[in-house]
């Protein structure tokens, strides 16, 4: 049976997905979405979008349209609800959001200020269109686009709900105020935002030592590649270890036996403390949770905090990629070598050449 060893954990169900093995409402939604048929035109710029700095009242609009839900007259007439399907401002073709947003005469002519849009091919939807702009267009076309699409649809609402007059000049004003207010609020903020990952700053570890550790996977073998380097508190090398582990090419679980491992190894080394560095968020997020947890990954995390009784002091923190080379390119050379190999003093060949950069 392929199941990861870990001794200290009985038998249990989890669920499959998250990473703790719990069940949440998002993997759900995950789920279930990965079971919606693929059309041939859908919405592909979800990347793109959630980095759009917009608000989120825009963006779920634009995840209603890419996701087809936004209730149009056709979409609930589809849904059994007895409602004219003909659009509430031409009266002449079935209310789509390709022909409300595009195609419709009392709105087409409103796109002629906006430059550089992609043309509607044949048989596209507006979903597919709309990926089109946000994928292929700078952010200040987007930004007219979205803010066009927001005016149109509320002038549209207030015409149906609260009787007002369809005024072309009214949805320009709008999407003017639209465009004018986000570019106030990204001003106002400084418009060049601090990433959202913050980058642990190395503690002070007086008569202790930092632990550096990684994992590799591929997706052509079943074992990953742990690796751990160790420094003194003044920054000297002091040793360094890798060693193959069973983790069915699961990053997160990998990652989650790299810290195992180099607990263990410094219990066995007798280190006192010590401040363990991952560049995998997930995992630290894990050993600072206190939520159950019945995964693989979650298993072995449990492990570690069970270790942590042999220290005097014990420290998780993430840091970046970038600040974890040395540990990154010592598990991606394990994979070419057999068995476990440590080093105490001397640097492996392998990552000689990024100590002498640092």
Not at 48 to 56: A, D, E, S
Not at 148 to 176: A, F, H, M
Not at 234 to 255: H, K, T
Request: hydrophobic residues 45%.
């Amino acid at each position: 049976m392929r199941i990861p060893i870990s001794l200290s954990c009985a038998d249990q169900w989890c669920w499959r997905g998250d990473v703790r093995g719990v069940y949440t409402v998002k993997q759900g939604y995950r789920l279930q979405m990965e079971g919606v048929m693929n059309e041939p035109f859908q919405f592909t710029a979800w990347r793109v979008l959630w980095q759009t700095k917009l608000p989120p009242t825009i963006l779920n609009f634009v995840w209603r349209c890419g996701r087809d839900v936004l209730p149009t007259r056709m979409a609930l007439a589809g849904r059994g609800i007895n409602v004219d399907p003909l659009c509430p401002l031409c009266h002449s073709f079935q209310e789509t959001p390709l022909h409300l947003f595009k195609l419709c005469s009392h709105t087409c002519r409103l796109w002629d200020a906006i430059s550089d849009l992609p043309m509607v091919c044949p048989g596209d939807s507006f979903a597919a269109w709309l990926s089109k702009v946000i994928e292929g267009r700078k952010e200040v076309v987007v930004r007219e686009c979205l803010a066009l699409c927001w005016s149109i649809w509320k002038c549209r609402n207030d015409l149906l709900w609260s009787n007002k007059t369809w005024e072309p000049g009214e949805v320009v004003r709008r999407s003017n105020a639209l465009l004018v207010e986000w570019s106030m609020v990204q001003t106002a903020s400084g418009i060049t935002l601090n990433d959202s990952a913050v980058h642990a700053v190395a503690p002070t570890t007086d008569n202790g030592i930092t632990i550096h550790v990684d994992a590799a996977v591929f997706p052509n073998r079943e074992e990953g590649f742990v690796s751990a380097v160790v420094h003194a508190s003044d920054g000297r090398f002091l040793a360094a270890r890798n060693s193959p582990v069973r983790s069915l090419r699961d990053p997160v679980l990998a990652e989650a036996m790299a810290i195992k491992e180099a607990l263990s190894w410094a219990k066995d080394c007798g280190w006192q403390v010590v401040a363990i560095y991952s560049d995998c968020q997930v995992v630290c997020n894990l050993l600072k949770d206190t939520s159950p947890s019945y995964s693989y990954s979650g298993c072995v995390v449990s492990d570690c905090i069970a270790l942590k009784r042999y220290f005097v002091d014990v420290s998780f923190h993430f840091v970046s990629r970038s600040s974890n080379t040395l540990a990154h390119a010592l598990a991606r050379a394990t994979a070419s070598r057999t068995g476990s190999r440590t080093w105490f003093f001397a640097i492996p060949d392998c990552i000689q050449r990024f100590l002498l950069v640092n």
